[in-house]
T-cell receptor, first 115, second 109 residues
């Protein structure tokens, strides 16, 4: 596909469980971003990858959250010991990576519900 | 205080009305200003992108930036029911985006 894809589209889990959320960026895009959007709020930055490395992870709320991008394409956001407050839509975006001002293209998001 | 403030609305207008959406910000380091549109259960999509103070027009949409007042606006002329969505202002410094909370707009026929 031409756009950013995210799987699963919905994830329901129980408090304390581990979850993985996947993002497939636009082909050729070297920059990848994760954001979290709570109900009624705008997206909040979590982490930014340039290639395989995390260039800025200052938005990760605590050490239960971790993200990887081992081959510089697909990225996985991992959440350990989930809490009810983690319930939100997790958005992934990618850009060409040529400049920090490049347009970010967003995927449809993964809606995470922690019971 | 959040770095980007945006009135969440909701805003409800009749078809054909002019819509005005606004955001204020506090961080002088913000250099680029964007408006995204988000339909229900979809990701945000970029509508307008501006850098300098002044106006930028694209069809029925006009983005306005006033850096001295730290204030940005989006105007929608001849609004259509298909414009019904949440509009998010966003600003960038060093790549990461800072979003307002979004204004929910409904345009009724």
């Amino acid at each position: 596909g031409a756009g950013v894809s995210q799987t699963p589209s919905n994830k329901v889990t129980e408090k304390g469980k581990y979850v993985e959320l996947r993002c497939d960026p636009i082909s050729g895009h070297t920059a990848l971003y994760w954001y979290r959007q709570s109900l009624g709020q705008g997206p909040e930055f979590l982490i930014y990858f340039q290639g395989t490395g995390a260039a800025d992870d200052s938005g990760l709320p605590n050490d239960r959250f971790f993200a990887v991008r081992p081959e510089g394409s697909v990225s996985t956001l991992k959440i350990q010991r989930t809490e009810r407050g983690d319930s939100a839509v997790y958005l992934c975006a990618s850009s060409s990576g040529q400049a920090s001002t490049d347009t970010q293209y967003f995927g449809p998001g993964t809606r995470l519900t922690v019971l | 205080q959040k770095e980007v403030e945006q009135d969440p609305g909701p805003l409800s207008v009749p078809e054909g009305a002019i819509v005005s959406l606004n955001c204020t910000y506090s961080n002088s380091a913000f250099q680029y200003f964007m408006w995204y549109r988000q339909y229900s259960r979809k990701g945000p999509e970029l509508l307008m992108y501006t850098y300098s103070s002044g106006n930028k027009e694209d069809g029925r949409f006009t983005a306005q930036v006033d850096k001295s007042s730290k204030y940005i606006s989006l105007f929608i002329r001849d609004s259509q029911p298909s414009d019904s969505a949440t509009y998010l202002c966003a600003m960038t410094s060093l790549g990461r985006l800072y979003f307002g909370r979004g204004t929910q707009l409904t345009v009724w026929p």
